[in-house]
């Protein structure tokens, strides 16, 4: 098991060039966990934004699922992440990706778009790593 969880942008930012890209490859390098919520959203941003064909984006998401643990989106996940978003105030997506996170047994959320130090549950912590 791993400790740490990475949302979607950490996953995006390995397709730019700039400093963020270093941050998230040697994030990735720890091989932690990601949700198949990530996978859908990363594959929606590499078909729009990056303007990726399915293939391509198919082989970059092969090699993140290479690297990373990919946790199941389930009913309980669901259940879990509708009362963390109602408590936390969490949009629809990151409250799924915050469950899937916690039923995972993380204790490491890393993301650029959610509160930096929030300790959710008093189990997992979010992190934003460019801030550093």
């Known amino acids: 098991m791993h400790a740490e969880f ?53 082989q970059f998401l092969d090699g993140i699922r290479q690297l990373c643990a990919v946790t199941d989106l389930t009913p309980a996940t669901h259940d879990i992440g509708r009362a963390l978003g109602a408590r936390y105030g969490f949009s629809v997506y990151d409250a799924m990706i915050v469950a899937a996170a916690l039923e995972a047994g993380c204790t490491t959320l890393y993301s650029e778009d959610m509160e930096d130090g929030l300790l959710v549950e008093g189990q997992l912590r979010i992190v934003n790593p460019f801030r550093r």
């Open 6 to 58: 990475f949302d979607t942008n950490i996953i995006l930012y390995l397709l730019d060039d700039g400093p963020k890209a270093e941050i998230a490859e040697g994030l990735i390098a720890k091989q932690g966990q990601i949700s198949v919520q990530v996978l859908n959203e990363a594959l929606v941003n590499c078909l729009r934004k990056a303007g990726m064909s399915w293939d391509e984006a198919g």
